[in-house]
């Protein structure tokens, strides 16, 4: 198949839920077994209110996430920053510990004002 794969836009779930009567839509498309790639899969949400937008919204998220196996970009960000604060923590510590090592004491009193707030 060489059509390209594009969005497909909220007014194509709109006119899905005006020709047919639906309040919520939630349009799923996939192109698997291309070779060459592009291969990909696409969510497209709408509902007739506010509410009913966020209820669709939540499905589509559920299905991409749950069911698809997407991984969220806020996922991504949070793992990056939890492995960032990691960093930091084995940081303070190790600097902690090698001052301890070396019997520097002043050292070690400045490494463990960085540590203390991590185990209260």
């Not at 969005?7 to 192109?31: E, H, L, M, S, W």
């Not at 510990?97 to 490494?111: G, P, T, Y």
Request: glycine letters at 4%; one cysteine or more.
């Amino acid at each position: 198949m060489n059509t390209p794969m594009k969005p497909i836009p909220i007014t194509a779930a709109k006119r899905v839920a005006d020709d047919f009567g639906y309040d919520q839509v939630v349009i799923i498309a996939r192109r698997v077994g291309e070779e060459p790639d592009p291969c990909g899969e696409h969510v497209t949400t709408y509902g007739r209110s506010k509410a009913h937008c966020s209820v669709a919204a939540q499905i589509g998220d559920f299905l991409k996430f749950k069911v698809m196996g997407w991984v969220s970009e806020r996922r991504e960000t949070n793992s990056i920053a939890r492995a960032a604060k990691v960093r930091t923590k084995r940081d303070a510590f190790n600097r902690l510990r090698k001052a301890i090592r070396n019997h520097d004491s002043v050292a070690a009193e400045k490494a463990w004002e960085h540590c203390e707030h991590y185990i209260d």
